[in-house]
C-alpha cells in the first residue's frame, strides 16, 4: 500500500510538470491554434503588423491542418453523418483515407461537447497526460523506480519530437507504452489475452492519425517484440514470437476502417506523396546533417524556433532534427545502455541504431521523414528510465561505467559551452560583416523556402539569429547547468554528502525543468484575445454574403501564404486548393494557366472567386476586381458555371491522355459537352446537340450525400463538378444508377426526360470491409474473453476428491 502511494505521488508530479507546460491552454484559455501565424506571416493580415512576432513558425500546419479538420469533424457530425468525404477543398477529398485528420481518433469525441478551438487544444493537453500516465504505469511494470518513471516520462512526453509535432505525432504515440506495458503483462503473466489487448491498443494508436507516423509507430512494437524474440528468454522464444505476431494482427484487424481506405487511396494518390515524401539520403545530407544530431543534446546551438536554423545547410530543419529529450535524460540513456545487460535496453538500443542509418544512410529516408526519429527519442526515453537506477543504486561495476560516461560527457559540455563563448566573441567582433555575408546568403536561397513573398522575414530571422548567440540566452547555458547538476549531485552521492533521496529530486527537477523550459519555448500557446481565431477581412464580405454553391481560389507567386490553405473550412467556404498528405486525382490535379490566362477549364471548376496577390492582375473581360486591400486582391469570375449542369451531349474518349487535351483545347465548351470515358447505360441513349432547358433545384448537399430535382424535356446528364472517386454512388428516382467518370475528373448521371430525383451518396466500400473486420474481431476476442472466464470459474467451483485419479496412482507405481 505504502509503494502504491509512494507512485500516485510521483505520478502526480509528473502531471503537474505537465500542467506547468500547458499552464495558459488549460487554466486561462489560451489556444493551441497558432493564430499568431495568421497574422503575422499570412496574407492579407501581415500587411498591418510592423514586426513580425512569431513565436514558433514550424507549427503551421496547427492552424492550417489540426484546428479546420476539427471544425469539419464536429459539423459533419452534428449533421449525423461520419466524417468520411470533405468537400471543402479540391473538389472533394476522402477525408477518413487521408488519415492525417485521425478521423477515428476516440478524443475527437471531445468535439461533441466542446467548441472546435478547446476540443482541438485541450485534446492536444489530453494526449499528453495520456502519454505520461502510460509510460510511467509501464517502466513501472518494467520494475523501474518512481523518480526513474518519471524521468523517462518527462522524456517522453516532453521532448522535441511530440512538442514540435504536438497537432499531430501525440495523437498515435501516447498509445506507444500503452501497448509495450500489456506486452509486457501478457508476457510476465503468460496471458494471451494482455496479447490481444495490446493489439487493441495500438490499432487505437494507429487510427490516431497520419498513416506515417502509424507506421513509425508499428516499427516501434514490432522492433522491442523482435528484442523479445532475439534477446528474451531462449525457451520461450516460439511463445514470444507468437504474441507478438498477434499484437500486430490484432492491431492491424481492429484498425482496417483507417488503413484499407488508405491504402486505397495511396493507390490513386494522384500527387505521388508516398514516392516524393521528405528528403533524399545523401552525401551531403549524411555529412552535414550527422554533425547536426548534436541538436538532440544542444537544440540552441543551430537556432531557435523564431530564427533562421542551420540545419537548412543539410536542407533540412529544426523541425527534422526535432529528437531533444534533454540532456539529463540523454546522459541517463547512455548510463543504461552501457550498464545493464537488460534485453530490452539492447532491443531499444538497437532500434536507435536502425533509426539513424535509415535516416543517414538509406534512401528509404523519403519514405520515413525526419519523423522517424520519433522512435528513437521514444527508446531513449525508456533507456534513460533504467540509467537513472542505475545511478542511484550501482555496483562498482557500474560505477566505473557511470564516471566514464559523466567524464566524456563532461568534457563535451566544456567544449560547447567554450565553443558558444568563442562563437559570441567572434559575433561581436565581427557583426557587420556576418549580418551581411548572411543576409546575402538568405537573400539567394530565400525563395526555396516559405514566407519568401515578406521582404523582410528573412532579414528578421538573421537579426534574431545573432541575437540568439547572446551570452545571456538561457537555451545554451540551461542544459549545460542541470548536467553539471546531475554530475555534481552523483559525486556528492557516492561520497554520501547527500542520500538517494536528495540524488532523485536533483534528478527530477534537473530534467522537469530544462524539459519544461524548452517546450514552453516551443510550444505557442496564443491569447485569442490578441491573435483572434477568425479575423475578419473585407476581401472575405463578398465571399460570405454570396450563398450560392462555389468555390474559391488562390492563384498566383505566394498565394500559398493568402489566408491558408484548408483555413476557408473554418468560414464554411469552398476551395479549390488544400493541405493534404495523400490525395486522389481531383478538380485541384486539372493543369491550369501558369500566365493567368484562365480558360473555361476555371469556370467548369465552379471557381467564382479567386485571390492574388496585389501585383497580379487578372483579364477584365473574365474577372471583376472587387476588393483590394492589404497586399491582397479579390476578384469575380463573371463566367463561373454552376456546381450542377445538365447537358445533353457527351463524347466518349476512352484514352485519358486524349480525353486531357480535348478538355484542355481552346475548342471544348463545358456547357455544352461531357467528356466521358465509357458509353453510357442504357446503350439506347443518344447525344443530343441542342442545348438543355433542364432546371435544378439542389435539395440536399452535405458530405455525403447529395440530392438534386431534375426536370427536363430531353434525356441528358446531370454533371456535378465534384470529385469522382472510389466510393460515391448514384440513385435515380430511388433506384441504383450508373456513376460516370465525366469531364476526367468529375461525376455524371444520365437522367432521362421528366422529373426525376437524383442523389449522390459516398459509401466506401474499404471503410465498410474495414469495420466488418475490426467489429468482428473485437466481438470475437469479447466473447473468447468471457468464454474463458467462465471456463476458469466452472474450474474454481470444481469439487475436489479426497482420493487422487487412479490413472495417477498407475503413474506412481510405475
Known amino acids: 500500500m505504502r509503494e502504491r502511494l509512494k507512485s500516485f505521488g510521483w505520478l502526480l508530479l509528473l502531471l503537474a510538470v505537465v500542467c506547468a507546460v500547458f499552464y495558459e491552454t488549460i487554466f486561462l484559455g489560451f489556444s493551441l491554434v497558432t493564430t499568431d501565424l495568421l497574422h503575422n506571416l499570412l496574407l492579407p493580415y501581415t500587411t498591418t503588423v510592423s514586426h513580425v512576432s512569431v513565436k514558433n513558425h514550424y ?16 459539423e459533419t457530425v452534428r449533421l449525423g453523418q461520419l466524417p468520411l468525404w470533405n468537400p471543402y477543398i479540391l473538389g472533394g477529398l476522402p477525408q477518413l483515407a487521408e488519415s492525417g485528420a485521425g478521423i477515428l481518433n476516440p478524443l475527437r469525441l471531445l468535439l461533441l461537447i466542446l467548441p472546435a478551438e478547446r476540443a482541438f487544444s485541450l485534446g492536444v493537453v489530453a494526449e499528453y497526460f495520456l502519454g505520461a ?31 514540435s509535432f504536438h497537432w499531430m505525432t501525440p495523437g498515435l504515440f501516447a498509445w506507444a507504452p500503452l501497448v509495450l506495458l500489456l506486452f509486457e503483462r501478457s508476457r510476465r503473466r503468460d496471458s494471451w489475452g494482455y496479447a490481444c489487448a495490446a493489439g487493441v491498443a495500438l490499432a487505437v494508436g494507429f487510427v490516431g492519425g497520419n498513416i506515417q507516423i502509424a507506421a513509425h509507430l508499428g516499427l516501434l512494437c514490432a522492433g522491442y517484440f523482435a528484442a523479445d524474440v532475439i534477446w528474451g528468454d531462449r525457451q520461450q522464444r516460439g511463445r514470444a514470437a507468437g504474441r507478438g505476431i498477434l499484437v500486430l494482427l490484432v492491431a492491424l484487424l481492429v484498425s482496417a476502417p483507417q488503413w484499407l481506405p488508405t491504402l486505397e487511396l495511396m493507390m490513386q494518390d494522384a500527387f505521388a506523396s508516398t514516392a516524393v515524401r521528405g528528403t533524399h539520403a545523401s552525401l551531403r545530407h549524411t555529412l552535414v546533417g550527422l554533425p547536426m544530431m548534436v541538436t538532440f543534446v544542444f537544440p540552441g546551438l543551430t537556432g531557435s524556433n523564431e530564427t533562421f536554423d542551420l540545419l537548412k545547410l543539410a536542407s533540412a530543419s529544426r523541425g527534422d532534427f526535432a529528437a531533444y529529450i534533454g540532456i539529463v535524460p540523454f546522459a541517463l540513456a547512455l548510463v543504461g545502455a552501457f550498464g545493464t545487460r537488460d534485453w530490452r535496453v539492447r532491443g531499444l538500443v538497437a532500434i536507435i541504431i536502425a533509426v539513424v542509418v535509415i535516416i543517414f544512410f538509406t534512401p528509404l529516408l523519403k519514405f520515413m521523414y525526419h519523423r522517424f526519429f520519433v522512435v528513437a527519442a521514444t527508446a531513449g526515453s525508456v533507456i534513460a528510465a533504467y540509467g537513472t537506477d542505475i545511478l542511484l543504486d550501482s555496483s562498482e561495476t557500474q560505477v566505473r561505467r557511470i564516471r566514464r560516461v559523466l567524464f566524456w560527457m563532461t568534457v563535451c559540455c566544456v567544449l560547447v559551452a567554450l565553443g558558444v563563448l568563442g562563437v559570441q566573441i567572434v559575433i561581436s567582433l565581427k557583426h557587420d560583416a556576418l549580418v551581411a555575408a548572411a543576409r546575402h546568403y538568405v537573400a539567394k536561397t530565400a525563395g526555396q523556402y516559405a514566407f519568401g513573398f515578406r521582404a523582410d522575414w528573412f532579414q528578421e530571422r538573421v537579426t534574431a539569429f545573432f541575437e540568439h548567440y547572446r551570452i545571456s540566452n538561457v537555451v545554451f547555458w540551461l542544459p549545460l547547468t542541470c548536467f553539471f547538476g546531475l554530475a555534481g549531485a552523483w559525486a556528492a552521492h557516492r561520497r554520501r554528502w547527500i542520500n538517494r533521496a536528495a540524488m532523485a529530486a536533483v534528478l527530477v527537477a534537473a530534467t522537469a525543468t530544462d524539459l519544461a523550459v524548452m517546450s514552453r519555448q516551443s510550444i505557442a500557446q496564443i491569447d485569442l484575445r490578441r491573435y483572434p481565431l477568425q479575423p475578419f477581412h473585407p476581401t472575405l464580405e463578398p465571399v460570405l454574403a454570396d450563398r450560392d454553391l462555389f468555390r474559391v481560389h488562390r492563384w498566383g507567386t505566394n498565394s500559398n501564404y493568402i489566408y491558408r490553405p484548408n483555413w476557408f473550412h473554418t468560414y464554411g467556404i469552398y476551395d479549390l486548393c488544400g493541405t493534404f498528405s495523400l490525395a486522389p486525382e481531383c478538380l485541384f490535379s486539372l493543369p491550369e494557366p501558369a500566365d493567368g490566362r484562365f480558360g473555361r477549364l476555371l469556370d467548369l471548376q465552379n471557381v467564382k472567386y479567386i485571390f492574388v496577390t ?39 474518349i476512352p484514352d485519358r491522355k486524349k480525353l486531357l487535351a480535348r478538355l484542355t483545347s481552346l475548342e471544348f465548351d463545358p456547357q455544352r459537352v461531357v467528356l466521358l470515358e465509357q458509353s453510357l447505360l442504357p446503350q439506347s441513349a443518344t447525344s443530343s446537340p441542342t442545348q438543355s432547358d433542364a432546371v435544378i433545384e439542389v435539395q440536399r448537399y452535405t458530405p455525403l450525400s447529395v440530392v438534386a430535382k431534375v426536370r427536363t424535356q430531353q434525356a441528358g446528364l446531370l454533371l456535378l463538378s465534384d470529385t469522382y472517386y472510389t466510393g460515391w454512388k448514384a440513385r435515380l428516382d430511388g433506384q441504383s444508377a450508373s456513376l460516370y467518370r465525366a469531364d476526367y475528373v468529375m461525376r455524371a448521371v444520365w437522367v432521362p426526360e421528366g422529373e426525376h430525383l437524383v442523389e449522390f451518396r459516398y459509401v466506401p466500400r474499404m471503410f465498410w470491409i474495414g469495420t466488418g473486420l475490426s467489429l468482428g474481431t473485437l466481438v470475437s476476442l469479447t466473447l473468447l474473453g468471457i468464454w474463458r472466464l467462465t471456463a476458469r470459474n466452472r474450474w474454481r467451483r470444481k469439487p475436489s476428491t479426497s482420493n487422487p485419479p487412479a490413472a495417477d496412482s498407475a503413474s506412481t507405481i510405475r
Not at 473581360?621 to 483590394?628: I, K, S, T, W
Open 59 to 74: 507549427l503551421v500546419d496547427a492552424v492550417s491542418v489540426g484546428y479546420p479538420w476539427s471544425v469539419f469533424w464536429q
Open 133 to 163: 500516465v502510460f509510460m510511467f504505469a509501464f517502466l513501472r511494470e518494467l520494475g523501474r523506480s518512481g523518480c526513474a518513471a518519471l524521468v523517462g516520462s518527462c522524456a517522453f512526453v516532453l521532448g522535441d519530437n511530440f512538442v
Open 614 to 652: 496585389q501585383n497580379v492582375t487578372l483579364a477584365p473581360d473574365h474577372f471583376a476586381l472587387l476588393v483590394e486591400k492589404d497586399g491582397v486582391r479579390l476578384y469575380r469570375n463573371k463566367q463561373c458555371l454552376p456546381r450542377f449542369q445538365f447537358i445533353p451531349q457527351w463524347e466518349v
